[in-house]
């Protein structure tokens, strides 16, 4: 069953190493029709402290109007997705490639990917785990009488900074708070800023950790 999300909320940007990652092409393993993009991200603690203390408040808020709308029921309530692991705090944050429209027809989405100088990656440029990168995702909270109330990290942009060996949609990287990275990985792609949407630009917050 598909989660239903409630509210958007503001972007939240953080910096580590992916450990596994499907970025340039998006998974199809469980969803053959359109994939899942996905990024998994070992961080420090204190960002991991940082992004709970920044949920928190609306973690509380969210499941209050959930409580309201189901009186008496018991409510299950999913703990944030961030895991202690060795070398620090595992955090997943995914974005479906696509789905169907009411009417029937399909509709695409990418993964916004740039550079340390926050130019546009040129798409034969892979990234693979070991990557370090600033990523930038938004949470998105949901509730299911199954499964209950929770918190899910929806992917929307990544910045490599050190593009490890083995092998980075249109929206500017100062969008998403990424800036120029001295000595990061450098691409020779065209660089976006201004074409990021104005309208998504009004509602983001930038959470600077």
């Not at 692991?85 to 029937?104: E, H, Q, S, W």
């Not at 929806?154 to 120029?180: H, M, N, P, R, Y």
């Amino acid at each position: 069953m598909a989660l239903k999300a409630r509210k958007k909320h503001e972007i939240i940007k953080v910096k580590g190493v992916a450990k596994y990652c499907h970025l340039n092409e998006p998974n199809k393993k469980f969803d053959p029709e359109f994939g899942v993009y996905s990024c998994d991200l070992i961080i420090d603690k204190e960002q991991a402290d940082a992004i709970k203390q920044k949920l928190r408040p609306l973690y509380e808020e969210e499941l209050r109007e959930v409580q309201e709308q189901h009186p008496g029921k018991g409510i299950t309530q999913r703990e944030f997705p961030i895991d202690e692991v060795d070398g620090g705090y595992l955090i997943k944050a995914k974005l479906k490639a696509g789905g169907r429209k009411m009417d029937g027809g399909a509709y695409h989405l990418s993964i916004a990917l740039y550079d340390s100088a926050g130019k546009h990656l040129d798409p034969e440029v892979k990234v693979y785990g070991g990557s370090t990168v600033n990523v930038a995702f938004r949470p998105k909270f949901w509730y299911t009488a199954s499964m209950g109330f929770g918190v899910s990290f929806e992917l929307q942009a990544v910045q490599v900074l050190k593009l490890s060996e083995g092998g980075v949609s249109s929206i500017a990287a100062s969008a998403f708070g990424f800036t120029t990275e001295e000595e990061g990985f450098v691409n020779g792609g065209e660089n976006l800023e201004g074409g990021f949407d104005a309208e998504e630009t009004e509602e983001e917050v930038i959470a600077n950790f």
